[in-house]
């Protein structure tokens, strides 16, 4: 049996930071602590951009920008989403949570989610520096821990005999896209 692990070497990784300015008491802690994350393993300070973004919801976009281009090693997504009165908060942590997702897996990019998403200003705090340790320091940390792992994976690591999609979704595909995808 073969076991990978990714180290915290961020030594000539370059990496971006996305962060929302919405809750700038919470959200300017996990900058801090990313940005300390960043430094601990090695990154140099001019190998960290930082994109500031109005809300958690604009994160996603400026994400995809920063990961398509293949400028970056890797992408660090900061925001703080705090439970309201209404179902705002569902809606937007929810989509930015599928959002950022959907771009690490689109480019292969590694992306730290460091998105709080808490029922009280408190917990968000608590969790950005202040009693549980600060999550930006956290993802920041993952982001060079994933991006060292995905270098021991091979692009193509797939077998050509392995298929795409189910056998059932085979009978429903138009002529020749199969032979497209393999």
């Known amino acids: 049996m ?9 030594s000539r990784l370059r990496i971006a930071i996305v962060v929302s300015r919405f809750n700038r008491a919470v959200t300017g802690s996990l900058l801090e602590g990313a940005c300390e994350g960043l430094a601990a393993a090695g990154v140099a300070a001019d190998d960290i951009e930082v994109f500031h973004v109005p809300g958690a919801f604009e994160i996603t976009v ?8 293949g ?3 890797a992408v660090v997504c900061l925001g703080a989403v705090v439970r309201g009165e209404t179902p705002h908060f569902d809606f937007i942590a929810g989509e930015v949570s599928r959002g950022v997702g959907d771009v690490a897996i689109r480019y292969s990019c590694p992306v730290a989610f460091g998105v709080l ?3 009280t200003m408190e917990q968000a705090l608590a969790r950005a520096g202040h009693g549980h340790g600060n999550k930006g320091f956290e993802a920041a940390q993952t982001a060079i821990e994933m991006v060292r792992l995905l270098q021991q994976i091979p692009r193509n690591a797939w ?3 392995r298929t795409l999609c ?6 429903e595909m138009p002529d020749g896209v199969l032979d497209k995808l393999r």
């Open 2 to 10: 073969r076991e990978h692990t990714g180290t915290l070497d961020g």
């Open 62 to 69: 400026a994400t995809e920008r920063c990961a398509e281009g």
């Open 71 to 73: 400028r970056f090693d």
């Open 117 to 119: 998403t808490t029922d």
């Open 159 to 161: 077998a050509p005999e």
């Open 166 to 171: 189910a056998d059932s979704e085979m009978d």
